[in-house]
């Protein structure tokens, strides 16, 4: 397609030349035996192909600016160019008038304009549809990569572990727990097709899995979520972004029942959900990519959102604020 579109543009100015002069040659009836034809056809040639490497000039020297001055220069300029030819080589000396010179002159600028204009038009077009292509293609591989982070099979083979526990024990919220583990997936599989998720929805998938971490780690876990007010019920947020930020929680820290940890949420009046846990660093260490929240940050801005992703940290804690969208 880029092929074809720089041989048109190469072509064109080329075939305009000769169509104008032929369909005014044609219409005055003047005989290809005419000595008058070489002259009536060549230097129109010549002219209008100047003219369009000009005006193409002009926008180009000036494309910043889209000024409606472009057109005005740029026809004043060959105006002035083709009436010095004219009145050189004598064609000038036919014409009625000089009105009429340069109604034609204008009218032949205007016709190479609108064109142009359509060519350009044309382009911005086509890039804009191709830049949208690429912002999809580039947030459904985010959205891909984010669900094979939440289908990771170390969190699904340690909840079965801990499953297996409970069973064993006859453990009350047994049953509960394999309840929960099955709508945890059932609602990551669902919502993974959407871009973003209402508010009340990403607060259920956390839910979800926050029961299932309660659950294996028990007294070692405090957790304390705000319950969500009708305010905030008509906001929506990148999926299952609130979950990955919790997740990050536990994989960059430890947690014992006599030390354990903390994770708060909260909504915040300035539109953001805040998440907020105390740092108690694994004693062997997790290599910290930032890659995670680099991610939510590349999601935000792939629906046109700035500020999405806001991180403050202390000695003894660290939050991670997630903007909400209307």
């Not at 040659?25 to 070489?38: G, P, Y």
């Not at 050189?88 to 000089?98: D, L, N």
Request: hydrophobic share 45%; aromatic share 12%; glycine share 4%.
């Amino acid at each position: 397609m880029a092929t074809i579109n720089r041989r048109l543009k190469f072509i064109l100015p080329f075939a305009l030349a000769v169509l104008l002069p032929l369909l005014s040659i044609l219409a005055n009836d003047i005989s290809l035996k005419d000595t008058d034809f070489i002259q009536k056809f060549l230097m129109p040639f010549l002219l209008i192909s100047s003219m369009w490497y000009i005006i193409l000039a002009i926008r180009q020297w000036r494309i910043e600016k889209k000024d409606w001055r472009n057109l005005v220069i740029g026809i004043g300029f060959i105006s002035i160019l083709i009436s010095v030819a004219y009145y050189f080589y004598g064609f000038g000396h036919e014409q009625s008038s000089s009105w009429a010179l340069f109604a034609r002159i204008g009218f032949t600028g205007l016709i190479v304009y609108i064109i142009q204009k359509v060519i350009w038009t044309q382009e911005k077009v086509t890039t804009l549809l191709l830049e949208k292509e690429q912002l999809q293609s580039e947030n459904f591989k985010i959205q891909l990569k984010e669900l094979r982070n939440q289908m990771d099979p170390h969190f699904f083979f340690n909840s079965l572990n801990t499953l297996r526990s409970m069973v064993r024990q006859n453990h009350a919220n047994a049953e509960q727990f394999i309840i929960g583990l099955s709508d945890f997936y059932r609602q990551i599989l669902k919502n993974n097709d959407n871009t973003t998720l209402p508010l009340s929805k990403e607060v259920a998938v956390l839910e979800s899995y926050l029961f299932l971490m309660k659950n294996r780690n028990e007294k070692a876990l405090q957790i304390d979520l705000e319950e969500m007010n009708e305010t905030y019920s008509h906001y929506k947020i990148p999926t299952l972004a609130l979950q990955s930020v919790v997740e990050n929680c536990f994989k960059h820290n430890s947690m014992t029942s006599k030390m354990p940890l903390y994770i708060e949420v909260r909504y915040t009046d300035d539109g953001y959900v805040e998440v907020k846990n105390n740092i108690q660093p694994k004693l062997g260490g997790v290599d910290s990519t930032g890659y995670g929240l680099d991610l939510l940050r590349k999601r935000y801005e792939l629906m046109n959102v700035t500020d999405g992703v806001l991180i403050e940290q202390s000695p003894d804690q660290f939050r991670v604020k997630l903007k909400l969208i209307n």
